[in-house]
């Protein structure tokens, strides 16, 4: 690889109690491309998403971020280097409408210091952030209060708001899950057009499909450790892939 | 809607309107006023606390001005109970705040006899910031863990000052400074509560308080936005103590007495009962759940060793009647005032 990697990961080791989640695991991104990441249920994938933002700390190993350790480093501290997340499980401001739940990224320390300051309206940045996400301009689902939007808007509000950080990094933890074939249809596009504008991207999914036609390259877990690494093909092709991941299904 | 004039010869018909209606532009905070019946349906709400505190502090006798020196003292601690609540801290600990404030404003006053001029507003800084001290370990804990802490520091303090014999020990400090007169002391505490409900319930609605309420409905999602929490909620912690350490140090130079009974469980539990009942969320349902308990605990003086029942029946009677809290009940009823208009043809 020519450039220095964006994002490295060496040895990381994490266990809960007994169990071994993550077992050794090295790999790395550069920057602009999109990282898939698939493993079988319970393999170490939302483990190692966790690993990165700095929700979990690792019980061994390294991961820098652009040359710098940083490792053990709390989540707010990772955000605000440009590494934004989503949640699996949706994590909205239920109290809050869908709009004011874009308040929270926009008002954070890394958005104020890219814009150099506050916005003047912010309502007026959530609510674009969000129409680019598919919440319609024109209906009023975005003045509605998060707790009562079905969970394709929670989904879109939730990658929304990893946008709103205006990161370098994105991890996408299983972003198209539980979403119809047309919602997810839906968001693709707003996918590679992130990548056209050269973020990086991270994405840990279930959906092997739509998965392969947007990744440059896929990485296979199982049982915390990485079994296989490379394009698509290379990689649905590797028999222990097919052993571990297909054949468990 | 105020065209009714010219319409005046067409047939008239009438239908219901919110008086709300004209006024709500789709803004929260954008207001379209055209007549001085908007303007009072809009500011009536915020001028009642205002006159209703200074008539009372006027009409009432010497005995209830002190019951209201009382009550406003626990409206405040139901007010930086709430703000903490709705940083997603649940305190069962006010009396840490009100204490330390006590003992703080007392010790200054006996120890270097400084007037009550001085060591209110040094017992509410140094109480607010010794009480965020306190909690700020535990700051991590979330839920009933943080609150079985609050619950237990105030009552180690009590027996920290028993067994050491500091500050008094078990006779407390007596013959402490007075405020010059009882207008002073009215005015002082009318003053700090007004200031608190519309200071801290703009704050709420900033930005700031945003945050608080976003860590209170989801802390790993506002970390997720790069924000540090734990320095949030040290804020909100500081900003709550400080009150409650306010009204310690003023009841304090009240009483001219600071003793241990400032740490009792009354000026814990007291509040979260304003505040359940007034309705939490809103710092006013808090300070007007105040108004409630505290002169209705007066007027079952009364009654003895039944008071506390018939005050436990209340509080039951209304928790289940209205259980979103009294405030939020009438805020409710208040827009959805009707009016008639006529239909426009």
Known sequence: ?249 | MRNAESNSKSFKKRRKERIDRGIKARSSDIFALSSWREMLYLTAPRLIPIVGLLVLSVVLSHYWQRVLLSVSVFALLAISWDILAQSGMVSLGQALFFGTGAYLAGNMNHYFGWSPYITIPLATIFGGLLSTLFLLPVLRLRGIYFSMVTLVLPLMLVRIIEATRIFGGTEGLSGLGALPNRWVEVYLIIAALLASLFGFRRLMNSDFGLVLKAINDNDRSVMNAGINIYWFKTQALFIAAAIGAFAGAFMTHVYMFVGMPVFALDYSILPIAAAVVGGMGTLAGSMLGAFILVPLSELLRGLGGLRIVFYGLFLVVFTVAIPEGIFHYIQRKYHQFERWVEVER
Do not use: C
């Open chain 1, 1 to 249: 690889m020519s450039s220095s990697p964006l994002l490295e990961v060496a040895e990381l080791r994490k266990n809960f109690g007994g169990v071994q989640a993550i077992d050794d695991l090295n790999f790395e991104i550069i920057e602009g491309e999109l990282l898939g990441v698939i493993g079988p249920n319970g393999s170490g994938k939302t483990t190692a998403v966790n690993l990165i933002s700095g929700f979990v700390k690792p019980t061994e190993g390294n991961i820098s971020y652009r040359g710098k350790n940083i490792t053990g480093w709390p989540p707010y501290k990772i955000v605000r280097l440009g590494i934004a997340r989503t949640f699996q499980m949706v994590k909205p401001f239920y109290q809050l409408p869908a709009y004011k739940n874009m308040i929270i990224p926009l008002y954070s320390p890394r958005v104020k210091k890219i814009v150099g300051g506050k916005y003047g309206d912010r309502d007026a940045v959530a609510l674009d952030l969000l129409e680019e996400v598919g919440f319609e301009r024109d209906s009023f689902v975005a003045y509605k209060v998060a707790s009562v939007l079905p969970q394709g808007y929670l989904k879109r509000l939730e990658l929304a708001k990893a946008i709103a950080l205006q990161p370098d990094l994105i991890i996408l933890d299983e972003l198209f899950s539980g979403l119809s074939l047309a919602e997810v249809a839906s968001i693709v596009p707003i996918i590679e057009k992130l990548r056209q504008q050269g973020k990086t991207i991270i994405m840990i999914e279930h959906r092997l499909k739509e998965l392969f036609r947007i990744a440059d390259r896929v990485i296979v877990l199982n049982y915390g450790q990485k079994i296989a690494d490379g394009s698509a093909t290379e990689v649905m092709e590797n028999p222990e892939v097919k052993n571990a991941y297909l054949g468990s299904e």
